[in-house]
């Protein structure tokens, strides 16, 4: 399963060593996910990392070698009502890359969060990881530690 991890999930990953977001990477190898961002994620991840506790940048270096870095994609050829014009082109990347996008961001994507934007589930990293769970794909004995 592909996975696009958007600058939230990215930034919680890196600021803390509890939680879903961390818990993504940890689990990934084991579950054989492959774990896609983009250069517009990235880079907002980039601008945003200093704001966080100078621990969060030592966890970035270690995590980002697990990231597949893919080209943005910003235009569509199928109908698209989005409010949120700076995510379109996390939203079209996920879409046109992998299985899920995995957001933080409930305010900018609160019209798809919980559900399909065309054949792209989109959730946060907690419901996607009770979503495995549930389905019998997930369990504790999988996560590494990171």
Same mark, same amino acid.
């Given at each position: ?6 600058? &939230?999930?990215?930034?919680? /990953?890196?600021? &803390?060593?509890?939680?879903?977001? @961390?818990?993504?990477? /940890? ?6 996910? /492959? ?6 994620? +990235?880079? $907002? +991840? ?8 100078? $621990? ?5 270096? @270690? ?6 870095? +893919?080209?943005?994609? +910003? ?72």
């Amino acid at each position: 399963m592909r996975l696009f991890l958007d600058a &939230s999930v990215l930034l919680a /990953s890196a600021g &803390s060593a509890n939680g879903a977001s @961390r818990a993504i990477f /940890s689990y990934a190898a084991a579950q054989k996910w /492959s774990l896609v961002s983009s250069p517009y994620a +990235v880079n $907002e +991840v980039l601008r945003n990392l200093g704001k966080l506790s100078p $621990e969060a940048t030592m966890a970035w270096l @270690r995590l980002r070698p697990q990231l597949v870095v +893919v080209d943005d994609i +910003v235009s569509m050829d199928r109908p698209v009502i989005f409010a949120a014009t700076k995510d379109r082109p996390i939203l079209f990347t996920a879409l046109a890359w992998t299985n899920a996008l995995l957001t933080l961001d409930k305010a900018d994507f609160v019209d798809v969060l919980g559900g399909r934007f065309y054949e792209l589930d989109v959730l946060l990293p907690y419901d996607f990881l009770e979503r495995e769970r549930a389905a019998g794909r997930l369990s504790n004995d999988a996560i590494q530690k990171r």
